[in-house]
């Protein structure tokens, strides 16, 4: 069984910043893509960005040049530094990971979300 547990969220100012974290544990194999996504209050989940375990990054249009992603291969573990924050970034945020477990099984596992609230 593979666990991501995330870490890091909470309320902000506006134009403030904060840095989110997941870190996955369990039988664990390998680890290809890890990234983060979103769900706004009253909208669905949206992609937000990923990284490759060679760390190559994309990004959603609307975080590029305000959010990073990066990982720590050795640890399992990808990172999410939010700059700049908007209220529009108010949102429910999940990590998430492509797993192939010790018996070489694939698995697209979720973390449970952690709260990231930007006051005005």
């Known amino acids: 069984q593979v666990q991501l547990v995330e870490s890091g969220g909470g309320l902000v100012q506006a134009g403030g910043s904060l840095r989110l974290s997941c870190a996955a544990s369990?039988?664990?194999?390998?680890?290809?893509?890890m990234g983060w996504y979103r769900q706004p209050p009253g909208k669905q989940r949206e992609y937000v960005a990923t990284?490759?375990?060679?760390?190559?990054?994309n990004y959603r249009d609307s975080v590029k040049d305000r959010f990073t992603v990066s990982r720590d291969n050795a640890k399992n573990t990808v990172y999410l530094q939010m700059s700049s924050l908007k209220p529009e970034d108010t949102a429910v945020y999940y990590c998430?990971?492509?797993?192939?477990?010790?018996?070489?099984?694939?698995?697209?596992?979720w973390g449970q979300g952690t709260q990231v609230t930007v006051s005005s």
């Open positions: 998430n990971a492509d797993v192939v477990n010790t018996a070489r099984a694939y698995f697209v596992v």
């Open positions: 990284i490759t375990s060679g760390g190559t990054a």
């Open positions: 369990g039988s664990i194999f390998s680890i290809n893509t």
